[in-house]
């Protein structure tokens, strides 16, 4: 047998030399698709802004893993004040993206804070937050709840048994004030959806009041997700809905109570969005697919295998660069459990999902909830018709961004044909994941609308702290 070096190939005997050499080939082009030249962007050098929260984990483990640099980018990743320092940065130019709220697009885009037009092609993960509780209400709550044979309480806790300790705080002249990240957020609507659940307002916006505080049985202001547990412990809230692994951080500080998942409340609900402005978009569309490509992979390596590399992810986030907070804290919720009173843990499998279930994809229909949660509660103060709620997520959400960097890692050999909803027109079927068991259309949103007890429906506006029309 003889090398030809200048070739690179191996000459052996004419017959097991052809069958090897056919083999070879084979390998040569699984190979060469494996390791196809990166895209030619359009920039490669990248500053991308994020929360400290454990979701903007495919952005860290991208980093590490070495998935940006595959596609040609290298990536600064920065941690941002809060939710509005980041959206204002991103459509400054001053980063070129960012892990976002998933409302924040779509409302930079109808104009409700800042008027701003913002695009997603790539949904983050899917659930990862939770309502805790100061010790006292959970101590006023616990009264109130249905117990199983174990003497624990029956999950999901709803907010029927909290309307009855908000009463007595008003009684005592203290308003029930509660935490949330930001108007747009999850976190706003989940606690509103399970506060009106259990026939509690929220309260409303208006255009001339964005408090959001009107009528309210519950005050809601912005705390950012860090500082919740401190503010928590100061007694200036009485709850709060954050992202991980700031209820977990309640529960290891003895100082609150999580009462209830995201996943409870809405199972599976998506979460947060990797954002850019549609201008960069337009201007960097190679770069952009190149980003999507890399984010894909951070997600199926989160969750392939089971769940096998959370351990390793968690290592990574506890890292001050990223989250930085205690591993074990990480671990709580990331590795499949979540703690709710001190010592009653439980299996939440999917609190925190990644890439299984779609979660990748960015679904018209999500973008459409997120926008009747806003009309809900006046944030969108006019009716609008259904056509509207399908066309301004068109303009947000892209997945066919999202499918052409799925389409070319399928070609490089790096995910597989079955992992993605090539045939989806964007919506979901009938949604009946809730926790007051109202079914969701993302088609029909005026209609969801009308089912929803407490909230904004057909022509209702809010005029001088009232809720007029019909």
Avoid at 82 to 97: F, P, T, Y
Avoid at 139 to 145: A, F, G, T, V
């Amino acid at each position: 047998m003889t090398r030809d070096v200048t070739r690179d190939v191996i000459r052996l005997p004419a017959s097991p030399r052809t069958a090897l050499l056919s083999a070879a080939a084979t390998l040569a082009l699984m190979l060469g698709s494996a390791q196809a030249a990166p895209l030619d962007v359009e920039k490669d050098q990248l500053k991308l802004g994020f929360i400290k929260l454990t979701d903007m984990a495919p952005l860290a483990i991208a980093a590490e893993k070495g998935f940006f640099e595959d596609e040609g980018l290298s990536v600064t990743l920065e941690p941002q004040a809060n939710w509005k320092v980041l959206l204002d940065r991103v459509i400054s130019g001053e980063l070129d993206g960012a892990h976002m709220l998933a409302g924040q697009p779509l409302g930079a885009t109808i104009g409700f804070g800042t008027q701003a037009n913002v695009v997603t092609a790539f949904s983050m993960d899917l659930n990862g937050n939770g309502i805790t509780l100061s010790n006292e209400v959970w101590e006023r709550m616990k009264p109130n709840l249905p117990k199983g044979p174990d003497g624990k309480p029956l999950h999901p806790i709803k907010a029927d048994a909290l309307k009855p300790v908000i009463a007595q705080y008003r009684a005592e002249g203290k308003p029930f004030t509660m935490g949330m990240v930001f108007p747009v957020s999850t976190h706003n609507y989940e606690l509103r959806y399970w506060l009106a659940a259990g026939g509690i307002n929220p309260g409303y916006y208006a255009p001339n009041d964005v408090s959001g505080q009107i009528q309210a049985d519950a005050l809601l202001s912005v705390t950012p997700p860090p500082q919740m547990p401190a503010t928590l412990e100061a007694g200036t809230i009485f709850g709060y809905s954050v992202g991980e692994p700031w209820n977990q951080q309640a529960v290891m500080k003895g100082i609150g109570v999580p009462v209830i998942t995201d996943t409870e409340i809405w199972k599976n609900n998506p979460e947060k969005v990797f954002g850019v402005t549609e201008g960069w978009a337009a201007k960097n569309p190679k770069t952009h697919l190149a980003l999507v490509k890399a984010l894909i992979r951070a997600a199926m390596w989160l969750d392939e295998n089971g769940n096998a590399n959370r351990a390793e992810a968690v290592k990574i986030l506890a890292k001050s660069e990223y989250v930085g907070a205690d591993a074990k804290v990480i671990a709580n919720s990331m590795t499949g459990t979540f703690e709710y009173e001190k010592g009653d843990k439980r299996a939440v499998p999917d609190f925190n999902v990644f890439f299984r279930y779609n979660a990748t994809y960015p679904f018209y229909s999500d973008a459409v909830w997120y926008l009747t949660q806003m009309r809900r509660w006046g944030q969108i103060a006019e009716a609008k018709p259904d056509a509207w709620y399908d066309e301004t997520a068109r303009k947000v959400y892209k997945p066919e961004i999202y499918l052409k960097a799925a389409r070319l890692l399928v070609e490089e050999g790096k995910a597989k044909e079955a992992d993605f909803p090539w045939t989806s027109d964007g919506y979901k079927p009938l949604d009946n994941g809730f926790i007051d068991g109202i079914a969701y259309d993302g088609r029909k949103p005026n209609e969801y609308l009308t089912k929803l007890p407490i909230g904004l429906k057909g022509g209702q506006a809010v005029q001088g702290g009232q809720l007029v029309g019909g």
